[in-house]
């Protein structure tokens, strides 16, 4: 009767412990870093700040997520700040801003980037590459985005850096820029998922089949297709953590307002919100990067923040479920 009790008790205490385990908080680390790298434009952008203004801290509480400090925001050092060059510039405030990535580093934690746009892919990767104790991991990268990013210096149309990122990630071009980031070894070709990719340069396109990159299509992540699990388990397979990179023209055109570079026929953020979340159910997915969300004075109604705001919810909600 005693070893009944006893062991009843300590079902009991099991049970219930495991009931607030599942029902404590997702620890949430936000940093925003509005240094893009553009000429010819503000060296800083508005965007993170109008994902943050929306009350971010509120309603991370509201969606079941714990900040585990006040919201970062990336800055220039002032030996920094004499520095020449944008993208030069721009590399530098990675550097800072994958030093305060590792610094909030720990378990079951979800890393949230604002991010000017798609160049500071390079600060969060590197910022992931190494844990809390200084060792190296593999990562791999899901990036949605209608564009491919893929372009070199040589086959690029426009010229703009930000159509090469995950190109430079991947150790392909630009590699003092990559490497003064802090990501001094590029990413495999096999740990890189392209998503919702629908207009590509010629001679990037060329690129893409080239190295037959891992991709998923627009109706792939709609339905959440078999494919997609196939090829996102695949990737989370073979590497340490993933990081879900989010260019917002990778929507439909209706939901980012005031964005100039969007394509027809793209997923809803309730559709890719969906997909989010079942990658954040997987504990390799650790991170989250919204980018090039149009601020306020070219979204004034603020669709386009309602769309990341709803990216970053389906993230929590996926690791409530792990």
Not at 146 to 151: A, T, Y
Not at 162 to 174: D, E, Q, T, Y
Not at 224 to 235: C, E, G, P, V, Y
Request: glycine share 8%; hydrophobic share 40%.
């Amino acid at each position: 009767m005693h070893l009944i009790n006893r062991f009843s008790v300590t079902t009991i205490l099991a049970a219930l412990t495991f009931a607030a385990n599942a029902a404590a908080p997702i620890k949430v680390d936000v940093i925003k870093n509005p240094y893009g790298g553009s000429r010819n434009m503000p060296e800083l952008s508005t965007n993170p700040d109008y994902i943050h203004a929306a009350g971010l801290e509120r309603l991370i509480g509201e969606w079941g997520g714990e900040l585990i400090r006040p919201v970062q925001d990336i800055r220039l050092s002032a030996e920094q700040e004499r520095a020449y060059g944008d993208w030069n510039r721009m590399a530098l405030a990675n550097s800072n801003f994958a030093e305060v990535v590792r610094e909030g580093l720990q378990d079951n934690l979800i890393t949230v980037g604002l991010e000017a746009n798609c160049n500071d892919l390079l600060g969060m990767l590197a910022g992931l590459k190494y844990d809390s104790d200084g060792n190296a991991r593999r990562v791999g990268l899901v990036f949605y985005d209608s564009h491919g990013d893929f372009n070199v210096p040589e086959t690029t149309l426009s010229g703009m850096l930000g159509g090469m990122p995950v190109a430079v990630a991947a150790g392909h071009a630009l590699h003092n820029l990559r490497q003064t980031t802090g990501l001094a070894e590029p990413l495999p070709m096999s740990d890189i998922m392209w998503g919702g990719v629908r207009d590509l340069d010629p001679l990037e396109a060329d690129r893409f089949r080239e190295y037959e990159v891992r991709q998923v299509s627009v109706q792939d992540i709609r339905e959440i297709s078999d494919n997609f699990r196939k090829q996102f388990n695949a990737l989370a397979d073979e590497v340490d953590v993933v990081y879900v990179h989010v260019d917002m023209d990778v929507l439909e055109p209706d939901e980012v307002p005031g964005h100039p570079l969007t394509v027809a026929d793209g997923p809803s953020s309730k559709d890719l919100a969906a997909a989010i979340s079942l990658m954040f159910e997987n504990p390799k997915t650790v991170a989250l990067g919204i980018a090039s969300t149009p601020s306020f004075n070219r979204d004034p109604h603020g669709i386009s923040r309602q769309a990341a705001l709803n990216l970053i919810e389906g993230a929590i909600r996926g690791a409530q479920a792990r």
